[in-house]
């Protein structure tokens, strides 16, 4: 065959926060191959969603023209699980019919009910450009905060704890620093599947002889690579964590000069973990006291040793108590400030670090910067010349609760812009969800896909791909990357950044973003100054020409920190604050009647709802259907064998999928990805939230599992 290309482009991988670069190879105005190019995370590398998960783009499915719901079809609850023709449900229409309708539904519920009224979830799918034209949207047009998007879901907690004690909520060390690390400690997360080339990294430096202990109730692949693995009892994190914490306190092994020197109240931490001798925890975690002193000494008498973590740590009511025990780890152990060391909570979302940065959460402007200090609210009044709220505004899950708020309530939302997020599939308790969608006066969903939330829309706004736009993302290691337009979008499907400017105006807001691309360089430039000096050295032109900068940079010849905290933490005080934290049990333990614990997650094939992955064809075809995972003696007990239907149910809902036979998902669990419509996981889901941190306990409730 022909096996030349019309063209090459350099962008960065769609799926996950490590961030690979890669190069696409264009014929014919499709994507015909993927290869990795030699980016700082990845070196080349890439995993099989960077190499293979691109031809959703070219899917049949795509939406290539705007539509609007029919007068008198009414919306459902259960719409979501709709497929086939969408010309039973919408009309087409023009995007100056489209968008009017759009942004007149918003406007008319905004002067009707009041600021309040309206809300918007942005997307960390989206460019930087993207996620700070859509808060500056709604905190300028819509009137208030109630703007947020998936890292609600994610990593809220860990940020919260890392704001709280380090006073960044972004990684200390890149992924790729546990080549230099003596000591790897991997919790809560299964980076094989889901950060898959950050996993090579660790595989690589077990092979030269770094230790790495899986922490995880789950066995997972990396335990192949493991010194040791602490197959923990889910739900005892801090637990088993504080037992650490006592032992390398009780048997001397704190770094004194560090904790003198660099951290406040460590009175405090000692008082609350001597209640947590490895001998008094050991049967709550499940591990043998000797193992945990024998990590715990390790991590402490390592010359570098570095925390990485997912969302098995984030997702719980006590996520953030988690967080917290993991950082006051590395700070007693002066673990921290150097090469190998220190916190990385590895993000999901290719760019959930990027636009948390660019403000599109509830409580913060640009860079952290609270919505509610006079300071910052009044720098943000005159950067965008108007009226601003000063009250924090309502996270994800909240949002969806003012939606079915009585009519009484002057906080109830009304009206909705959803721009790339799917959250009739991504929210906890989808029955609650889906319905609160349903009763939404106005629902303006942008998105590329019928997804199961733009069947419940208003007004459905044809988008870009990621291959489709240029624009900055920024990754698990505060790298921000230049991802570049390598097709057109099809049919009127247009960019997200020119949608989201089209509504602004018509919501009367004054925007120019001139220059090609709709005006992304522009918007970035705003932006840049918004972010109060953090990428002050990473202008438009340095990510054009070097492709990738790390933050902080300050100036342009400041080659950026992949490493940060060395001398102080950007606290008020310059130093880490240690707090303790106590076991909170998980909202909801199992029972006689729903005996097993369900962990939902991802999987190495498909992506977060599945709308893209499913939609590929070499990785819908390596995992075609939904499974859910038990162990070998919980199948034999059922009497069911591997590949037959199960029904697993909680107090919410249930499903039906397939049996997998996995022995390292531990007996009296069962783990099932959330990626599959037929079989959505989050139907079972708790919406219990952590009150910190206000994420869901997506890693903990019970359910019962039954052969169908
Ligand atoms: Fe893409 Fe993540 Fe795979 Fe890299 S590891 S190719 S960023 S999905």
Redesign the pocket.
Known sequence: GDLSVDREVHSV?P??G???QLTYQIKDERIVAVQGRDGPA?QGR??V??RFGFDYVHHAGRLTTPLIRKAGVPKLASDAERQGDWREVFREATWEEALDFAAGGLKRLRDQHGLKALAGFGSAKGSNEEAYLFQKLVRTGFGSNNVDHCTRLCHASSVAALLEGVGSGAVSNPAIDVTEAELILVIGSNPTSN????ATWMKNAAQRGAKIVLADPRRTDIARHAWRTLQFRPDTDVAMVNAMLHTIIEEDLVDQAFVRERTTHFEELKATVAAYSPERMAPICGIPAETLREVARAFATAKSAMVLWGMGVSQHVHGTDNARCLIALVAITGQIGKPGSGLHPLRGQ?NVQGASDAGLIPMMFPNYQRVNNPEAHAWFEQFWGQPLDATPGYTVTEILKKAVAPASDPHKVWGMYVEGENPAMSDPDLNHARAALAALEHLVVQDIFMTETAWLADVILPASAWPEKTGTVTNTDRTVQMGRRALNPPGQARQDLWIIQQIAQRMGLNWHYPGPESGVAAVYEEMRQAMHGVIAGVSWQRLERDSAVTYPCLSEDDPGHPIVFIDHFPTPDGKLRLVPADIIPAAEKPDDDYPFVLITGRQLEHWHTGSMTRRTEVLDALEPQPTASLNGADLQRLGVQPGQALTVASRRGQITLTARRDDGTPPGTVFIPFAYTEAAANLLTNAALDPFGKIPEFKYCAVKVMRA
């Open positions: 991988c799926y996950c490590v961030g690979c990845n890439l995993c969603k960077g950060h898959p080339v950050a290719n």
